[in-house]
């Protein structure tokens, strides 16, 4: 990979759209949520020189796999994490959640 030239909570950048809210149930709401905090999470983590278990406990997640495990789906954020999580990317936790992360090489 390449250096990118943005900081880590520029990678966050607003999704484009019509303005209008979706209209989703419940289920399907929290299951965009969640397909766009696990994409966020896999580019943000790529941004990192550590491995992701190094990052786990640096970030004193309970298991050394959590964010492992967050970055392919297997479970959701609790907001203890989303907390710890949006301070160590610099980005609030509506950024991890409702925004698209890209990166860009220059």
Same mark, same amino acid.
Request: glycine share 8%.
């Given at each position: 990979?390449?250096?990118?030239? @943005?900081?880590?909570?520029?990678? &966050?950048?607003?999704?484009?759209?019509?303005? @209008?809210?979706?209209?989703?149930? &419940?289920?399907?709401? =929290?299951?965009?949520?969640?397909?766009?905090?696990? $994409? $966020?999470? =896999?580019?943000?983590?790529?941004?990192?020189?550590?491995?992701?278990?190094?990052?786990? =406990? $640096?970030?004193? &997640?309970?298991?050394?796999?959590?964010?492992?495990?967050?970055?392919?789906?297997?479970?959701?954020?609790?907001?203890?994490?989303?907390?710890?999580?949006s301070r160590h990317f610099k980005c609030s936790m509506d950024d991890l959640l409702n925004k698209?992360?890209?990166?860009?090489? $220059?």
């Amino acid at each position: 990979m390449g250096k990118t030239t @943005q900081s880590k909570g520029d990678l &966050l950048k607003a999704a484009t759209g019509s303005g @209008q809210p979706e209209r989703l149930s &419940l289920s399907e709401g =929290r299951d965009k949520l969640f397909d766009k905090f696990y $994409n $966020n999470i =896999r580019v943000l983590i790529a941004t990192e020189t550590i491995s992701m278990v190094d990052l786990s =406990r $640096n970030l004193g &997640l309970k298991s050394g796999s959590r964010i492992s495990d967050l970055s392919y789906g297997r479970g959701n954020p609790s907001a203890e994490e989303l907390i710890v999580l949006s301070r160590h990317f610099k980005c609030s936790m509506d950024d991890l959640l409702n925004k698209t992360a890209t990166i860009s090489f $220059n």
